[in-house]
C-alpha cells in the first residue's frame, strides 16, 4: 500500500534547490521518516547508502577521529560495499541523535564537499540537544514529519473523495453523497489515527483488533523511550504527565492542572518532564493568550498552558475509547467533552502553520479552543464536535476585536456567512486554502 506524504514534494524541492544543505528530517518515533526516506532515494536517485547509529554504534568511530569528510566517505563506503558517488547516491544518517559527531559533520559536508545528498532522520533530537551538545547552525536544512493527516490517510483509504476535496475552489455546500462518505470515513481515521502502521492494518486488513494492538506497541514503545532516554529523576514524572493527558482534556476546562497528574503536584517539580515529551514530539504545549495581538507570542501566558497528544488515534487509545464507537453515530467526535475533535484539529493546524496555536479565555465568561496567526492577522478558531454548534465564545470575542474572518469547526457543512466559515472538521486539512477563499469572496 503506497500512501502519498505531502512532504514528498518537498525532498524533491530540496533536492533541486541550488542552495540545498544536508537536511534533517525531524519527527516523533513511528511517523515513518525511515520509510520516507528510502522511498524518495528509491525514486529520486540511482542509489541509497544507509547508515542507522542506533544499530550500527560501531559507525560513530569514523565521525570521532576525522572531521575529513572524504575519509569518512572512504570509511563509509567500506561498511555500504558499493561506491557512494556524488549525485547519484543519497546518503541516509537514521538515528542521528545517537551520534553528536555525526551531527557536526554535517557543517563540513555542507562546506566541504556540497556535492554529497545527505538526508537525516531524527526522532529524539529535541532531548538530545537540551543536553548542551554542539550542533551545526546554519548549515543543515530541517523538514518536519507529522503523523499521516486526515488528507494523506484519504489517498489509500478512498482516493475519489480526497479528488474532490482537492477541487473544492469555492466555500459551498457539500453534496451530501460526499458529505456522508467523508464523515465515514473520518470516523476511521479516529480510530487508527495516523500513525502509518496503523493506518496500514486497518485499511488493508479492516481489522479494528489489531490496530489497537499496533497502537498499544507504539504506546508501549514511548514509555520504554522515557526510561531510556530520560534521567532517573524524570523518568517517573514524564509516565505521570504522560498518562494524565487524557483525564486533562475530559474536564470542561483544559487547562493543565499539576494536581490532575498528582495531589499536591507543583509546577516546577514536572517543569522538566513536561519539556522532554515536548522537545520528543509526542504533546503540543499550547499556551493562554492574555492579548489576541500580533505577535501571538508575544502575549502568552505561561502560567496557564493545555496539553495535546500529537496524534488523535493515540489519544483515542490511550484513553481507552473502544472502536466500537464507530459504529454509534458522532460518539467517537463529541467523547469526553470532544477531547478527540479538538486535538485533531490541533494536529491538522500544525502542520499548516509556521506558529503553534494559542488559546484565549476572557475572566471566565469566555474561552476561544485557539487563535492562529495567518498572514499577520489572528482569527479565533472554535471546535464543535457534532452538529451543535451554538457557543457564545466566539460571539463574545467578535464583539470585542471584530476580526475580519472567523472559524468554526464542527460536522455541519461547509458555509460562509458574515465572516464566519464553517468548515467541516474532516476539510480542516485546507484551512489556508479555505480561508484565503473565505477573504477573497
Not at 557543517?107 to 554529497?116: L, S
Not at 470542561?252 to 514530539?281: H, M
Amino acid at each position: 500500500m503506497q500512501i502519498k506524504r505531502v512532504i514528498q514534494q518537498k525532498l524533491i524541492d530540496w533536492k533541486k534547490s541550488a542552495f540545498r544543505k544536508p537536511l534533517v528530517l525531524k519527527g516523533a518515533r513511528q511517523v515513518g521518516k525511515t520509510w520516507l526516506l528510502k522511498d524518495f532515494g528509491k525514486n529520486e536517485f540511482e542509489n541509497i547508502a544507509y547508515f542507522n547509529f542506533e544499530e550500527q554504534p560501531e559507525l560513530k568511530q569514523f565521525f570521532t577521529h576525522s572531521k575529513d569528510v572524504l575519509r569518512i566517505i572512504q570509511n563509509l563506503t567500506l561498511v555500504h560495499g558499493n561506491a557512494i558517488e556524488p549525485l547519484k547516491t543519497l546518503i541516509i544518517f537514521d538515528e542521528i541523535q545517537e551520534c553528536n559527531e555525526a551531527l557536526n559533520s554535517l557543517k563540513y559536508f555542507c562546506e566541504n564537499a556540497p556535492e554529497y545528498y545527505i538526508a537525516c532522520a531524527g526522532s529524539l533530537l529535541g532531548i538530545t540537544l537540551s543536553r548542551g551538545l554542539s550542533f551545526p547552525v546554519g548549515k543543515v536544512d530541517f523538514l518536519n514529519l507529522y503523523p499521516l493527516s486526515f488528507s494523506e490517510f484519504l489517498t489509500v483509504a478512498e482516493p475519489a473523495l480526497l479528488s474532490y476535496l482537492e477541487s473544492i475552489n469555492k466555500i459551498e455546500q457539500i453534496p451530501d453523497i460526499f458529505f456522508s462518505n467523508l464523515v465515514d470515513q473520518f470516523k476511521k481515521y479516529f480510530i487508527c489515527g495516523g500513525m502509518p502502521e496503523a493506518v496500514t492494518v486497518l485499511i488493508e486488513r479492516q481489522d479494528l483488533t489489531l490496530t489497537q494492538t499496533v497502537l498499544k506497541n507504539i504506546l508501549d514503545g514511548y514509555s520504554l523511550d522515557f526510561s531510556k532516554h530520560a534521567d532517573n529523576k524524570t523518568v517517573q514524572k514524564i509516565a505521570l504527565i504522560w498518562s494524565s493527558v487524557s483525564s486533562q482534556l475530559a474536564r470542561e476546562n483544559k487547562k493543565f492542572l499539576y494536581q490532575t497528574v498528582k495531589p499536591g503536584a507543583r509546577a516546577r517539580e514536572y517543569e522538566d518532564a513536561i519539556l522532554w515529551l515536548s522537545q520528543s514530539g509526542l504533546v503540543y504545549k499550547i499556551f493562554r493568550n492574555s492579548k489576541p495581538f500580533l505577535p501571538l507570542s508575544a502575549y502568552d501566558d505561561v502560567s496557564a498552558f493545555k496539553l495535546y497528544l500529537f496524534d488523535v488515534g493515540l489519544l483515542r487509545r490511550l484513553s481507552f475509547l473502544d472502536p466500537v464507537a464507530i459504529r454509534e453515530g458522532n460518539r467517537l467526535f463529541v467523547e469526553f467533552k470532544g477531547a478527540l475533535s479538538e486535538n485533531y484539529l490541533l494536529q491538522s493546524l500544525m502542520s499548516q502553520l509556521e506558529t503553534p496555536p494559542r488559546y484565549w479565555t476572557s475572566e471566565g465568561k469566555a474561552e476561544v479552543d485557539f487563535l492562529i496567526q495567518f498572514e499577520n492577522e489572528i482569527i479565533p478558531v472554535e471546535v464543535k464536535s457534532d452538529e451543535n454548534v451554538r457557543g457564545k465564545s466566539l460571539t463574545l470575542y467578535n464583539k470585542l476585536y471584530k476580526p475580519q474572518v472567523r472559524i468554526r469547526y464542527s460536522l455541519k457543512n461547509l458555509t460562509f456567512d458574515d465572516g464566519l466559515i464553517n468548515i467541516p472538521l474532516f476539510l480542516s486539512d485546507y484551512s489556508q486554502k479555505l480561508i484565503s477563499i473565505a477573504k477573497n469572496q
